[in-house]
């Protein structure tokens, strides 16, 4: 079994600062890639960043980037999503997961999902 928890989440005015958590238990997870998605209430699940376990390649969505970043320490099994600038639209629930193979841009292709923490940016 595979365990993928969040946490960070939260109430933040629109150009405050939040940095989520991901800590990873069960498994080594060093052959897995992380994704951080979102889904806002009545909108699909979206992929918003990713990050290489083996070499630490990171990507991410045109509507954070230069706004969010994506970090992981393998010795804590931990991976982050630091986010800056918030806006209103950036509020959803903020889910991670990870992925052995497939599109990292597809919420199709991951293995494993956290239960999501809630991120509310206020105007």
């Known amino acids: 079994q595979v365990q993928l928890v969040e946490s960070g989440g939260g109430l933040v005015q629109a150009g405050g600062s939040l940095r989520l958590s991901c800590a990873a238990s069960?498994?080594?997870?060093?052959?897995?890639?992380m994704g951080w998605f979102r889904q806002a209430p009545g909108k699909e699940r979206e992929f918003v960043a990713g990050i290489s376990w083996s070499n630490g390649n990171t990507y991410y969505a045109s509507s954070v980037k230069g706004r969010f970043t994506i970090s992981r320490d393998n010795a804590k099994n931990t991976v982050y999503l630091q986010m800056n600038s918030l806006k209103p639209e950036d509020t959803a629930v903020y889910y991670c997961?990870?992925?052995?193979?497939?599109?990292?841009?597809?919420?199709?292709?991951?293995?494993?999902w956290g239960q999501g923490t809630q991120v509310t940016v206020s105007s």
């Open positions: 069960g498994r080594t997870f060093s052959n897995y890639a």
């Open positions: 997961a990870a992925i052995k193979n497939g599109n990292p841009y597809s919420a199709r292709g991951y293995d494993y």
